[in-house]
């Protein structure tokens, strides 16, 4: 049986969340999460093109991932339990959705009409999300940082993304597969957020060749500093 919710309507839903999230009660905690994000990361600063996208990642970490110190839940899952409670079933739905996000390394494998489809690197899964704007600069092959958002029935993009450039394709996949063969204990996320870092390097350091910043086999001290 299909869900009543529209597939464009999940926006309202996040923006509760969101108030949820940034309530004055919970400012220290989200000031912490900010801290533990851009050292994750790389620092970011309001000049840098990046800026938006960064800020919209951390929010989305924030809310969908970070496990809260006080609660041990995510905001995501506070509040989808405390809707469970007086909500209607439709409403209760769309806030467990915040709860089941997809967060990761995809390539990009096909772009056709209103549909994108990912292939996340260490799964290898595949996932057609239902995108009907296009996503400026986005072609097959691209390996992107991005985070899906499963919403009555389909999938959906959130507002952050982390774009690599064309020329890291190559070395990504390659450190991913060396890891899932050697060091197949290690999160996934570990290689997501030194890739984001590695992207900020590439924003900073204009002079230094994008190959030698997506050089997994050492890392440099200019690259290993957070700022």
Not at 7 to 31: C, M, N, T, V
Not at 49 to 70: C, G, N, Q, T
Not at 102 to 114: I, M, P, Q, S
Not at 116 to 140: N, Q, Y
């Given at each position: 049986?299909?869900?009543?919710?529209?597939?464009?309507?999940?926006?309202?839903?996040?923006?509760?969340?969101?108030?949820?999230?940034?309530?004055?009660?919970?400012?220290?905690?989200?000031?912490?999460?900010?801290?533990?994000?851009?050292?994750?990361?790389?620092?970011?600063?309001?000049?840098?093109?990046?800026?938006?996208?960064?800020?919209?990642?951390?929010?989305?970490?924030?809310?969908?991932?970070?496990?809260?110190?006080?609660?041990?839940?995510?905001?995501?899952?506070?509040?989808?339990?405390?809707?469970?409670?007086?909500a209607s079933p439709?409403?209760?739905?769309?806030?467990?959705?915040?709860t089941e996000t997809?967060?990761?390394?995809?390539?990009?494998?096909?772009?056709?009409?209103?549909?994108?489809?990912?292939?996340?690197?260490?799964?290898?899964k595949d996932f057609?999300?239902?995108?009907?704007?296009?996503?400026?600069?986005?072609?097959?092959?691209?390996?992107?940082?991005?985070?899906?958002?499963?919403?009555?029935?389909?999938?959906?993009?959130?507002?952050?993304?982390?774009?690599?450039?064309?020329?890291?394709?190559?070395?990504?996949?390659?450190?991913?597969?060396?890891?899932?063969?050697?060091?197949?204990?290690?999160?996934?996320?570990?290689?997501?957020?030194?890739?984001?870092?590695?992207?900020?390097?590439?924003?900073?350091?204009?002079?230094?060749?994008?190959?030698?910043?997506?050089?997994?086999?050492?890392?440099?001290?200019?690259?290993?500093?957070?700022?």
């Amino acid at each position: 049986m299909d869900s009543p919710l529209s597939p464009l309507s999940y926006q309202p839903y996040l923006d509760q969340l969101i108030a949820f999230g940034s309530q004055e009660s919970r400012k220290p905690d989200l000031l912490d999460a900010k801290a533990e994000y851009l050292r994750l990361t790389g620092e970011v600063f309001e000049d840098d093109k990046i800026f938006e996208l960064r800020m919209a990642s951390f929010l989305d970490y924030y809310l969908f991932d970070r496990v809260s110190p006080i609660s041990k839940l995510t905001p995501a899952a506070e509040l989808y339990q405390l809707r469970l409670q007086g909500a209607s079933p439709e409403e209760a739905n769309a806030f467990r959705c915040f709860t089941e996000t997809v967060h990761g390394l995809f390539e990009v494998r096909k772009l056709g009409k209103g549909l994108v489809r990912l292939r996340e690197l260490f799964s290898g899964k595949d996932f057609d999300v239902t995108e009907r704007r296009t996503v400026a600069g986005l072609e097959t092959g691209d390996v992107l940082e991005a985070r899906l958002i499963p919403f009555a029935g389909h999938l959906l993009f959130s507002s952050a993304f982390c774009f690599h450039p064309r020329v890291a394709v190559k070395p990504i996949k390659a450190e991913v597969k060396r890891r899932k063969k050697k060091e197949p204990d290690r999160p996934p996320t570990e290689l997501v957020w030194e890739c984001a870092r590695r992207a900020v390097k590439v924003e900073r350091y204009k002079q230094i060749a994008i190959e030698r910043i997506y050089d997994f086999s050492q890392t440099t001290p200019w690259l290993a500093s957070a700022s």
